[in-house]
């Protein structure tokens, strides 16, 4: 079995087409061919479905998927510490985040990162706090930023930042003119909210039911920032991360108003594999992002 064949293995299941991921790696598709069949002898067993629409991974091409990730992982970090060692200061650094946290938090950190580390290539996933935690632990993303302890074993989770959920309204609307309000004053608003149903969502939910009071969502949206500008119309209220209205409250787009005795919070936390683990390019981010958060 040689790196080649399973950097060509990734490629195509990545791509799920033998002709794109040919281009990709800079080979013939005849090339690819024959050596993905030789790595599929040598492991007598089939690794593809090579089906007229999409080339997708068997059961053993699925196992085989998380190994070849983290073979070829630590084969690039060898190679990047050893040139570290050198002084070629260059390497990758793969993170992994939600909307929120792309939009709101990693662009100063990234800014910062960069300055210090120039000639590392920083690369920015976007996927879901539930899947983060085992794209670490399979060497898929070196760090992640999530919204819960995942409780996983292998991984870290240190929590960098607290962000309170807020209550927003136009600012035309008639709240807006108030510094508070009770829970129970919102009876009869239309709320608009994100799809997704995260744990600070739910610990919402349970504040405006034990007040006996419905919370009302006419709308769900799939990203914050079609939120604010649903809001922002006179469409609803929301209640929503101070970290990500931030920009809308400064610029008086929105009013925030607070809500008497509701002390949400949403805790973000970066989560990693042991510092051994680590490439030097995370490492550094990490001291950076821990430091921030302090």
């Excluded at 930023?145 to 960098?160: H, M, N």
């Excluded at 007040?211 to 604010?228: G, Q």
């Excluded at 209220?237 to 919070?265: C, H, N």
Aim: glycine share 6%; charged share 30%; net charge positive.
């Amino acid at each position: 079995m040689e790196f080649d064949q399973l950097s060509f293995f990734l490629a195509v299941v990545e791509e799920g087409n033998f002709s794109r991921a040919a281009e990709r790696v800079g080979r013939t598709q005849p090339a690819l061919s024959l050596a993905l069949k030789r790595l599929e002898e040598e492991l007598g067993e089939r690794l593809l479905d090579r089906n007229p629409r999409k080339v997708v991974p068997t059961e053993a091409g699925r196992l085989l998927q998380n190994y070849a990730h983290r073979l070829i992982f630590l084969r690039e970090e060898a190679q990047t510490s050893i040139a570290e060692m050198r002084g070629l200061m260059r390497g990758r650094l793969r993170i992994g985040a939600n909307e929120s946290t792309s939009l709101y938090l990693l662009p100063e950190l990234l800014v910062s990162f960069r300055k210090r580390h120039p000639g590392i290539k920083v690369e920015v996933y976007r996927s879901t706090s539930e899947q983060i935690p085992r794209q670490v632990l399979e060497y898929g993303l070196d760090v992640g930023f999530i919204s819960f302890d995942p409780g996983t074993a292998g991984v870290t989770s240190d929590l960098i930042h607290r962000d309170p959920l807020v209550l927003v309204v136009p600012p035309k609307h008639p709240l807006a003119r108030r510094k508070e309000v009770r829970v129970e004053e919102l009876s009869s608003e239309t709320f608009v909210a994100h799809n997704a149903r995260t744990p600070a969502r739910t610990r919402l939910v349970d504040f405006f039911a034990a007040h006996r009071t419905p919370l009302n969502i006419a709308v769900e949206l799939s990203t914050i920032e079609t939120i604010k500008a649903f809001v922002i119309r006179g469409a609803g209220l929301a209640i929503l991360p101070r970290m990500s209205v931030a920009d809308a409250l400064k610029d008086r787009r929105l009013k925030e108003v607070r809500i008497q005795g509701m002390t949400i919070e949403r805790a973000i936390r970066v989560v990693h594999r042991p510092e051994g683990e680590l490439s030097h390019a995370a490492k550094a981010f990490l001291e950076l992002v821990i430091k921030a958060g302090k």
